[in-house]
């Protein structure tokens, strides 16, 4: 009961949820077609259910998106968003596991009524390539359809959407852009890129000396593994070289700006800071969807192996083949992922002055 120009309001539950409407949009085509097949109720609810959910993920991101318009993230905002996306990874775990309800049904089932479905497919979706679009899956990317793109299997108005999607600005550049933001980078009298610098070399050198005195390793095997050394050290000192990280962003290689990338391997670093934990849970957050995204992706290619084998997709595409790629190709948050590879130990991490730790310590808004 709700309270309205000063009259209380009530409502039924099953209008609530506008459930006549919703009950009644199971259309099987197979018993429109005079050949009823039982299993394609359990198909059009699955796919009916991934909409839904693609819709409140949607609400979702958009929401956190809204947070970053502001040039400054208090504390609460920031905490909300890591709820926000918290359930979004909730959602698509349980989509995950949406499948193995799909997997109830033999192929030999799905083959009753899939002649039904041409030229329909889940490629088709706007909902799901709107997710993509807000969470930041570069156009240049994408796996083609046909030699098209993704988005011409859709009618004009709907391209012009996935289009302003990404003119408002997907969650990735809004990431991107507050990280340039954040002040971790110009702490006073603290220059993180020549400190960490020192601590890398110095974590490379020891870990030269161990391969070197190692009585356990063939001449043969030390040589590989110093080898393996010099390799790490030139990752390291590419990602610190400013002008080679711009050309690899300009070339489509990462997503994430020189001054974006240093502010989150110092959050990562430096993770058990009180201001830090929660950017800290937040970037988590982007890695988990990320994944999640991708077990989809594989369980989903997975699954039309199952049920098809290689025959070719309902909307014409190679199936298991397309799906399998996209589930290697499509990674939005990788950047983030290949922060770990900047990681170093706990023991050879440079200690915080305590004037900047006691920067890091919590500050309150007060308005």
């Not at 969470?135 to 996935?162: C, I, N, W």
């Not at 870990?207 to 040589?223: D, M, P």
């Not at 009180?274 to 970037?283: A, G, H, K, S, V």
Request: a negative charge; proline letters at 3%.
């Amino acid at each position: 009961m709700s309270k309205k120009d000063g009259k209380y309001t009530t409502i039924h539950y099953q209008k609530y949820l506008e459930l006549e409407q919703l009950l009644s949009a199971q259309k099987m085509r197979s018993e429109a077609l005079g050949e009823p097949a039982h299993e394609e109720m359990l198909f059009i609810i699955v796919h009916q259910v991934y909409e839904l959910w693609f819709k409140q993920i949607m609400h979702e991101v958009e929401s956190v998106i809204s947070f970053f318009d502001d040039k400054e993230i208090v504390e609460s905002s920031m905490s909300v968003a890591v709820g926000r996306l918290r359930r979004v990874e909730s959602i698509l775990k349980l989509m995950v596991d949406q499948i193995g309800i799909m997997e109830t049904m033999t192929p030999l089932d799905f083959l009753d009524f899939r002649g039904y479905l041409f030229p329909a497919s889940g490629f088709q979706s706007f909902q799901f390539r709107a997710v993509e679009c807000m969470l930041g899956l570069p156009d240049q990317q994408r796996m083609t359809y046909h030699g098209k793109s993704y988005s011409s299997v859709f009618p004009k108005a709907q391209q012009e959407q996935l289009a302003a999607i990404y003119e408002r600005g997907t969650l990735l550049e809004t990431i991107n852009e507050w990280l340039e933001r954040t002040p971790f980078l110009e702490l006073d009298g603290f220059n993180f890129v020549e400190i960490y610098r020192s601590a890398v070399q110095s974590m490379l050198r020891k870990e030269s000396v161990a391969i070197e005195y190692s009585e356990y390793l063939t001449e043969k095997e030390k040589a590989m593994r110093l080898q393996m050394v010099g390799g790490t050290d030139t990752y390291f000192q590419s990602i610190l070289n400013k002008e080679t990280h711009d050309q690899l962003v300009k070339e489509g290689k990462k997503s994430l700006s020189y001054e974006a990338t240093l502010a989150a391997l110092f959050i990562n670093l430096y993770r058990e800071e009180p201001i830090l934990n929660l950017p800290f849970q937040f970037i988590t957050c982007l890695v988990d969807i990320d994944n999640q995204m991708t077990n989809w992706r594989y369980r989903h290619a997975q699954m039309v192996l199952r049920m098809i084998g290689n025959k070719i997709g309902t909307g014409g595409s190679s199936g298991h083949e397309y799906l399998a790629k996209t589930a290697q190709k499509h990674q939005i948050f990788g950047d983030f992922h290949q922060i770990s590879t900047l990681l170093i130990p706990r023991s050879d991490l440079p200690k915080l002055p305590k004037r900047i730790r006691n920067q890091l310590n919590f500050h309150f808004n007060v308005n």
